[in-house]
């Protein structure tokens, strides 16, 4: 039996989501891979952090910050500066990050995330910044220090895209992918289908909390090319910016064409894609229209498909329905134990 | 970098097509993990069989089997007796097996898994019959000897369910699925749809060689239960025979029936689920009729699908296109460099 120390960077909806399912997957962990665990850190935004290296009670943990107290009386260090500081400071085997992150540059996580390998913790985030902006240098980075830098949850949340190519399709090469991987404009498409205008259907998206108050990111598909440029970076080995994705977002589509679509057994979807071309990749997020007949079709709401083409099988596709933090927890715990039961 | 021995029992048309494919693939996977390959023998039903330890040339092999000759021109050994002698005789560290097999028992698939089992080879089989008889078995006698019992391709050809249950959803534990999972009938419902009558269909799926020439396995339901069957033994943990599967098959299916569920935008199409309950699980083969809206009703042709649901993730999709010889050899190459890169 081995223990493994654990460290949260972050403790919002995805932290304590997977800080709940630790508790409940507690024996199951135990039980499958001989693993137990002790939580030696948390750090918040708004709550304070704590380090004890002889183990946080977690379920406290979860009551103080949901009761919006303050971490602090858990703690046996003082209080760290900073985010680095607390990294620097925290006894831990594995680091989840899951933080607000800036996705121009990927930080402060893409720092975070750094100095934990350095400090030979496997880095384990939900963000996709540090995927796009720093994967080479987290990758290898992780390999000196013997470590994993893994980030299942970056692309469809706990659904297992990166694990799959890296432990269940070895020898596999991704030719192109295509899919709906933006939640926020799926859901508005399907609002204004059934009578939202575009103002409404942002407004639902904001209510239900998986719209920014600035919901531009979403609507010009930005969040959209991040994803893209994470699956083309990581499956297909070819690095690339989300400024290099070819991107169109929804504001051209109106509630006038959705219902138009819909007269006609159609439906407007919000399509990422990229193809390999020989060295290089072609990339492309843009609305088109899908018939009954496309897989397409039938992704609504919150859920996400993508359909990848390798040189060994044919169509080979993923659908996740109705995502949440829950589920966004679940691929960090699969990192986590992917990373240690190797 | 490491040698492996690669031993072939059946060399038809998924044999010869993971042959094909050993032969496009022997660069990536050197440089992927390091690993060569020699293949040291190949037993055919009807073109004799070949064992040389110093490694038979796996294109020409694949010339003779196809051009209709014997192989024994390539052997440097006597001719084996019969299949078990063959594994016995020959030197290997894996046996691919993709013999026509008898569902009823699973033989003679499982008394050749089993020798090259005891013979410290990994042993990789296509087939469900080996799955569904001896999986307890097979998985125990395989790590008795420190090798892998892996059949990737059993279920939905090459696409990668066992793996990534195994490898990629830690902890996961599995609910409930649901699906299309036999190619034969649901490639008979779409041409009944473009107006075939069912003979018309039967002839068909058999003119494109994915029917049997008494196709009632398909038909009435036992190969899609033989599946269930397999999904629960191996996902869920639970030992599930084939006829405890409450299984009807698609002959109360008229073209009259399929016509009228077009013409209301629906499809039929044979749906196999099974549900845990407590220690028990329900299972179930029958047609239903679905709309627009449920992912079945894009599943066409010879194409799968299967929907799971876990008790981490909500609902995870595979979706399978276009299967064939091809995919199910790829299910067996990945079953052997999953085998050995651990």
Redesign the interface.
């Known amino acids: 039996m081995s223990e493994v120390r654990l460290a949260f960077m972050g403790f919002g909806n995805v932290g304590r989501a997977l800080g709940s399912?630790l508790l409940r997957?507690r024996e199951?962990?135990l039980k499958?891979?001989d693993i137990t665990f002790r939580v030696t850190g948390i750090a918040t935004g708004r709550h304070g952090a704590a380090i004890d290296p002889h183990g946080i009670d977690l379920a406290q943990a979860l009551v103080l910050v949901e009761g919006g107290d303050s971490l602090k009386t858990l703690s046996d260090h003082p209080a760290p500066r900073d985010g680095l500081d607390f990294i620097r400071a925290c006894p831990a085997d594995v680091l989840f990050e899951s933080i607000p992150v800036n996705y121009d540059r990927g930080q402060p996580a893409i720092d975070y995330l750094k100095t934990a390998l350095e400090h030979q913790m496997h880095a384990v985030t939900a963000n996709k910044g540090p995927v796009v902006h720093a994967y080479r240098e987290l990758t290898d980075l992780a390999a000196l220090h013997g470590c994993k830098f893994y980030f299942e949850s970056a692309v469809m949340?706990?659904?297992?895209l990166f694990?799959?190519f890296?432990?269940?399709?070895?020898?596999?090469?991704l030719r192109r992918f295509r899919g709906v991987l933006n939640s926020t404009t799926n859901l508005m498409l399907k609002r204004m289908e059934e009578g939202d205008s575009f103002e409404q259907a942002v407004a639902h998206a904001q209510s239900i909390g998986i719209a920014e108050t600035d919901p531009s990111g979403d609507i010009d598909g930005w969040d959209a090319a991040v994803k893209v440029s994470a699956l083309v970076t990581v499956l297909m080995g070819l690095p690339l910016k989300p400024a290099q994705v070819d991107r169109t977002g929804i504001r051209g589509i109106t509630p006038e064409a959705v219902q138009q679509a819909r007269a006609e057994?159609k439906r407007w979807k919000l399509v990422c894609m990229a193809e390999r071309q020989g060295q290089d990749v072609v990339s492309r997020v843009a609305p088109e229209l899908v018939g009954?007949?496309?897989?397409l079709?039938?992704v609504?709401g919150t859920s996400s498909l993508v359909?990848f083409e390798t040189d060994?099988?044919?169509?080979?596709?993923?659908?996740?329905?109705?995502?949440?933090p829950?589920?966004t927890a679940?691929g960090m715990?699969?990192d986590f134990?992917?990373a240690v039961?190797q």
Chains 1, 2 share one sequence.
């Open positions: 399912l997957k199951d962990i499958d891979f949340d706990g659904a297992p694990s799959m890296r432990a269940a399709l070895p020898a596999a090469g057994h009954t007949d496309s897989p079709y039938g609504q359909t060994v099988l044919g169509e080979l596709s993923i659908v996740e329905e109705n995502p949440g829950h589920t679940y715990l699969a134990l992917n039961r």
